[in-house]
Every structure is written in C-alpha cells, then in structure tokens.
C-alpha cells in the first residue's frame, strides 16, 4: 500500500490550497480516509476524517473552512481548505485506518502572514 499525496505549497493568509491523496496497492474500496497534519515541534494531530457512510468529522479549528471529500478515483481523497492562517502551516499527510503503519511523504502547507 502506498499513500501519494500532493497539492501543497506556498499561500497568503486567506488563500486557498486543495489537496489530494492517491491510495494504491489496494483491491477494495476503503470505507474511511482521513487527513492528518503535522506542524514543526508538534505532535501529529488529526484533520479531518470521510467515511463511504457520508460521515464527516473536522478538527474543530479548521471547522468551516476545510472539506474532506472522496475523489473520482477509487481510494483517492481531497481535502479542500479555505481562509488559511499562519497556523495551517505543517506537511498534510493521508491516513488510512485500514492500514494503520502506512504513511504518505506528506505535503509541505505553508501560509504567510
């Protein structure tokens, strides 16, 4: 199983940036994606969580401002985050309860003041 994800970079405060994660090496759909982040010298803490049952689940401080959705592909996940504050700033990872040990190589968010 391996984990891409992609989309990050470099934005203004109140900027916008949309993320994606492709997970391969997989034969069935997995019910649940998720979306993890990182900040320098801070634990991993979780973003925002899909399930194929439509449920939702946010972090309350991006609530309101980031929306997890499945892709068009198969076990592929986007995470669509508006109204970015400095504080946004970490490397995004994808998660995949199924496979618990597995992570992506992130992608670096980086919002200015």
């Known amino acids: 199983v391996q984990l891409v994800e992609t989309g990050g970079g470099l934005v203004q405060a109140g900027g916008s940036l949309r993320l994606s994660c492709a997970a391969s090496?997989?034969?069935?759909?997995?019910?649940?994606m998720a979306w993890y982040r990182q900040a320098p010298e801070k634990q991993r803490e979780l973003v925002a969580v899909?399930?194929?049952?439509?449920?939702?689940n946010y972090a309350d401080s991006v609530k309101g401002r980031f929306t997890i959705s499945r892709g068009d592909a198969r076990n592929t996940v986007d995470l669509q985050m508006n109204s970015l504050k400095p504080e946004d700033t970490a490397v995004y990872y994808c998660y995949v309860p199924d496979f618990p040990r597995v992570w992506g190589q992130g992608t670096q968010v980086t919002v200015s003041p």
């Open positions: 899909i399930t194929n049952g439509g449920s939702l």
């Open positions: 090496g997989v034969a069935y759909t997995m019910s649940t």
